[in-house]
C-alpha cells in the first residue's frame, strides 16, 4: 500500500486520509459545493466519488483524493 507522501505526489488533488475528510465532511467544514473527492484504495483512484458512496465504502478506502472547484 502506498503512502499518503506517495499517492500525493502521483496527483493533482489533495490528498487526505478517509478518517479525516469525513470528519470534516461531517462538521460541515467540506461539502460538495466546494469540490469532488475520490476514493483512493492504496494502490490506485477509484472512480466512486465521496458523495455517492455508503458507509461501508468509508470505512474500506485509506484515502480520498479532494478536487477543489
Known amino acids: 500500500m502506498k503512502t499518503l507522501k506517495e499517492v500525493q505526489a502521483e496527483t493533482f488533488g489533495d490528498v487526505f486520509y478517509t478518517v479525516d475528510f469525513k470528519f ?12 469532488d473527492g475520490f476514493f483512493h484504495d492504496g494502490i490506485e483512484k477509484t472512480d466512486i466519488s ?15 483524493i479532494w478536487y477543489n472547484k
Do not use: F, L, Q, S
Open 50 to 64: 465521496v458523495w455517492n458512496a455508503d458507509y461501508k465504502d468509508w470505512e474500506k478506502y485509506p484515502y480520498v
Open 24 to 35: 470534516e465532511a461531517d462538521c460541515g467544514n467540506i461539502i460538495d459545493y466546494d469540490g
